[in-house]
């Protein structure tokens, strides 16, 4: 992995699930749970843009596998630097409100732009079975029950 980035790796983030500009789940076919500003900010200043994969946890609820978007979102021109994370499992209804547990174990790509809403959609779909593979190794597995998620 890239030194910067393995310098601040593995991170740990908690907080609110709000709502984001709601694009995930409509243009994108995605939901991604967006955190408040304040969370954002506990990111280090060396923090390198780009989607990661990772651990989610809500409220005391299983660990999931994750993907996340940490950055600007080049194609929407976002002006605040957000984290989205996409659970890889479906949920029946939204859960804003809930607690959500992270840690962000590698980084798979830098963010990029795109021509089209459909490669960016298939890009993410990439992501998604990119960051399922990568979370099958075992350093990857053991921060799956690291002390900083509840008991489910
Ligand atoms: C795995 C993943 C990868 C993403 N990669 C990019 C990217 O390379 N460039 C980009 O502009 N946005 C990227 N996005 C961000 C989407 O544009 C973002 O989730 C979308 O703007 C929805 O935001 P919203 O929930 O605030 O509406 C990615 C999102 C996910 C979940």
Same mark, same amino acid.
């Given at each position: 992995?890239?030194?910067?980035? =393995?310098s601040?790796?593995?991170l !740990? *983030?908690?907080?609110e699930? $709000?709502?984001g500009? &709601?694009?995930? /789940?409509?243009? *994108? &076919?995605c939901?991604?749970?967006? @955190?408040p500003?304040d969370? #954002?900010? +506990?990111l280090? /200043?060396?923090f390198?843009?780009?989607?990661?994969?990772?651990w989610a946890? *809500?409220? =005391? &609820?299983?660990? @999931?596998?994750? #993907?996340a978007? %940490?950055?600007?979102?080049?194609? @929407?021109?976002?002006?605040?630097? =957000? #984290?989205?994370t996409?659970?890889i499992?479906?949920?029946? +209804?939204?859960f804003?409100? =809930?607690?959500?547990?992270?840690? $962000?174990v590698?980084?798979?790509?830098?963010?990029?732009? !795109?021509?089209s809403l459909?490669?960016? %959609?298939?890009?993410?779909?990439?992501?998604? #079975?990119?960051?399922?593979?990568s979370?099958?190794?075992?350093?990857?597995?053991?921060?799956k029950?690291? %002390?900083? !998620?509840?008991?489910?």
């Open positions: 992995m890239d030194q910067t980035v =393995s601040y790796l593995p !740990f *983030l908690e907080g699930v $709000i709502k500009f &709601g694009r995930g /789940s409509k243009d *994108l &076919g939901p991604t749970a967006n @955190y500003l969370v #954002v900010k +506990k280090p /200043s060396e390198k843009p780009g989607v990661y994969y990772g946890q *809500l409220d =005391s &609820g299983p660990m @999931y596998k994750m #993907v978007n %940490i950055g600007y979102c080049p194609y @929407y021109q976002n002006k605040e630097m =957000s #984290v989205e996409h659970i499992h479906a949920f029946e +209804k939204d804003y409100g =809930s607690n959500l547990r992270i840690a $962000i590698g980084y798979l790509r830098g963010e990029m732009n !795109f021509d459909n490669e960016l %959609i298939e890009t993410i779909k990439q992501d998604i #079975v990119n960051a399922g593979k979370l099958e190794n075992p350093e990857s597995q053991k921060l029950s690291n %002390i900083f !998620f509840g008991k489910p």
